[in-house]
């Protein structure tokens, strides 16, 4: 009799327990139900805020408080439905809010001076072996192709067009008389334009394992030396110095930098850096595509002295001088980050 006496009420106790969890749980599916509609209504809330970087105090609020609600939700699914997918699907949006609310503020302004300052003059010390052996490269073809059309002049017919060639012959450099011809305008472009495929184009190619930016540096350097030699022999080459001098300096720099950037983008396949050879080229683009930014903004400042300044006649030599140098400096202290307030040097 005590025994059955004192098992009565714990079972009681147990029957009621289990009444009030069935009640408690029947409650918590109604107000799981309840809140579907808000769900639905999540999805192009979040995609809103992914898309804007920069939100409100009230926006900021709202997604908080959003991120509390869709928290004590998701716990709830978890306990009442762990078997259903609604845990799963509450999940993935907990997840992109969570990085929503978490991420780093973006300000254009202090990229801009980052990406300026730090990172294209880490990219270019990191391309100190290759700006020197590209720029070793392109001289050594200037020379050799001075060399080959001073010896053998009939080889000019490889590297020039007949009818730059007859113009130079008849005592006239093919850049006289641009101004006339094409307004200064439309000549900037065209020529900045093609100073940036060329460019492009030295970078491209060293996805061929850099052979491809060897071929092309020593190509433009033997029409350059070639073309030199070919003007020297009819008494032009005075004249064609004094047309490249004002952007030249740089037009060069920036090729041989671009050309830098192809060969590490080759070396990354040659030698992968990273677990395989798609992470490894993956994160030679990304790190030498900063330094081609910089690059376009050089060659479209390139583009407009070669467009108004280099065919004037008018123009004097010595501020041909002043400008091509000048600006080759401006271009090194861009590289470097002392143009954009960059004070300390960069960490090797």
Same mark, same amino acid.
């Given at each position: ?24 749980? #029947?409650? /918590?599916? $109604? ?12 999805? @192009?809330? *979040?995609? &809103? +805020? ?84 590209? #720029?070793? /490269?392109? $001289? ?12 053998? @002049?009939? *080889?000019? &017919? +490889? ?106 983008? &080759? ?82």
């Amino acid at each position: 009799m005590g025994t059955n006496n004192t098992s009565e009420p714990v079972l009681r106790t147990a029957s009621h327990l289990s009444r009030v969890t069935s009640a408690s749980e #029947s409650g /918590l599916k $109604a107000w799981l139900t309840s809140r579907i509609e808000a769900w639905r209504e999540l999805g @192009p809330t *979040l995609e &809103g +805020l992914e898309r804007k970087h920069r939100h409100g105090a009230p926006e900021a609020l709202k997604a908080i408080e959003i991120y509390r609600a869709l928290g004590r939700d998701l716990s709830i699914a978890r306990r009442i439905l762990p078997a259903s997918r609604t845990p799963q699907a509450l999940e993935q949006r907990y997840a992109r809010l969570h990085a929503i609310i978490h991420r780093k503020p973006h300000d254009w302004r202090a990229s801009l001076r980052v990406l300026f300052r730090e990172e294209i003059p880490a990219v270019v010390r990191d391309l100190r072996t290759p700006i020197f052996w590209v #720029s070793l /490269l392109f $001289a050594l073809s200037v020379v050799a192709g001075w060399w080959l059309v001073s010896a053998y @002049p009939e *080889l000019i &017919g +490889l590297l020039a067009s007949e009818e730059t060639i007859n113009q130079v012959e008849r005592g006239r450099l093919w850049t006289d008389g641009l101004l006339n011809v094409v307004p200064s305008s439309i000549l900037s472009v065209g020529i900045l334009t093609n100073n940036i495929v060329v460019s492009l184009m030295a970078y491209c190619v060293g996805v061929f394992f850099g052979l491809g930016t060897f071929y092309l540096i020593s190509m433009n350097g033997l029409m350059i030396g070639a073309m030199f030699a070919f003007t020297q022999q009819h008494g032009l080459a005075g004249e064609l110095g004094k047309f490249v001098t004002a952007h030249g300096f740089v037009e060069l720099s920036v090729i041989c930098l671009a050309g830098a950037a192809g060969v590490m983008v &080759g070396e990354s396949l040659i030698r992968p850096t990273h677990a395989t050879r798609r992470d490894s080229f993956q994160h030679a683009i990304a790190k030498t595509g900063r330094l081609l930014v910089l690059c376009t903004l050089l060659l479209i400042g390139c583009g407009f002295i070669e467009g108004y300044l280099s065919p004037d006649p008018d123009f004097p030599m010595i501020n041909r001088l002043i400008v091509g140098i000048g600006y080759w400096i401006i271009m090194i202290g861009a590289l470097t980050g002392r143009l954009f307030g960059r004070t300390k040097p960069v960490d090797g």
